[in-house]
């Protein structure tokens, strides 16, 4: 059986300690941090604390964690993501990166997640992609220290788009170990050439971390399970037969109007499509 999580990103109405008990009490297996400001800002004085006693109720709830690190305006109150790799105060990027690096350690995180980044109108290809080298491998050094894997997420619109892009960096770094793979199932549909189970069975060897969300072909849209337009018990069979041990985590950011709502039927849906694989087989 796959392991379900559910993204801190669609309970942004909700305290953090709130969020990780509706979330196990809905019977999750886990639970997709993202560092926000009102959820374990990594900036925020009392972090320390706040860590711990975010780690001792995972521990009480039984909630594993993948850390991910796609808050909106945490960087910069004027500017979306901003900045990115790309940027050139990409420094204070990378800086909040290896401080979710430190964060996912104490909590025992099984990946940290990032991504690249919109390229700026007036940074060029040729400078995008050794900004985005350069500042992952620091990302990198600081994992590796601590042993805590990094997934980056192709992300449609960023400099690195498709898992086409992924193979690309993973290349240009010289395919470090620590560097897997975090895979959005509803950016499968979204732009991969492949129907999403091929996209799936052929990076099985790379994912660290799964999100799981339907989408439409060419709408980047994070939509509930059904309003879409992909068939999930092939998905998940392709996981499962991949070997994927770790979560797979709802991915919905813009729910969060009506999460526990959302949360349950999200998990029904998940349960009802991996028992039509189950009848199958």
């Known amino acids: 059986m796959l392991r379900y999580g559910y993204g801190t990103n669609g309970f942004a109405n909700h305290r953090l300690p709130d969020a990780l ?36 109720l995972l521990r009480e709830t039984g909630l594993a964690v993948v850390i991910e690190t796609g808050a909106r305006y945490l960087l910069d109150p004027w500017r979306k993501h901003a900045p990115t790799f790309l940027h050139e105060e990409r420094a204070r990027r990378v800086d909040f990166l290896r401080r979710a690096v430190a964060i996912g350690a104490d909590l025992g995180a099984e990946a940290v997640s990032c991504w690249a980044g919109v390229r700026p109108p007036d940074v060029p290809p040729e400078t995008a992609w050794p900004r985005l080298i350069d500042g992952l491998a620091e990302v990198l050094a600081a994992a590796e220290r601590v042993g805590v894997p990094i997934g980056f997420e192709p992300e449609p619109g960023m400099l690195v788009a498709d898992v086409a892009d992924w193979h ?22 979204c732009l991969e050439p492949l129907d999403v189970p091929q996209v799936v069975a052929a990076v099985a060897p790379y994912l660290v971390n799964v999100q799981i969300d339907d989408m439409r072909r060419h709408v980047h849209e994070h939509l509930e399970f059904g309003d879409g337009e992909i068939d999930f018990p092939p998905v998940l069979a392709a996981l499962a037969d991949g070997g994927y041990r770790g979560l797979v985590a709802v991915e919905l950011p813009r729910h969060s109007h009506a999460a526990p709502d959302v949360a349950r039927r999200s998990l029904e849906f998940l349960k009802a499509a991996e028992a039509r694989v189950e009848i199958a087989a």
Not at 35 to 56: K, N, S, Y
């Open 21 to 56: 008990r509706v979330i196990a009490d809905l019977g999750y297996s886990g639970v997709a941090l993202t560092l926000d400001h009102d959820h374990l800002d990594p900036f925020a004085p009392g972090l320390a604390r706040e860590v711990a006693q975010t780690g001792d």
């Open 168 to 189: 690309r960096l993973r290349a240009a770094l010289g395919e470090p170990p620590g560097l897997g793979l975090t895979l959005d199932i509803g950016h499968c549909r």
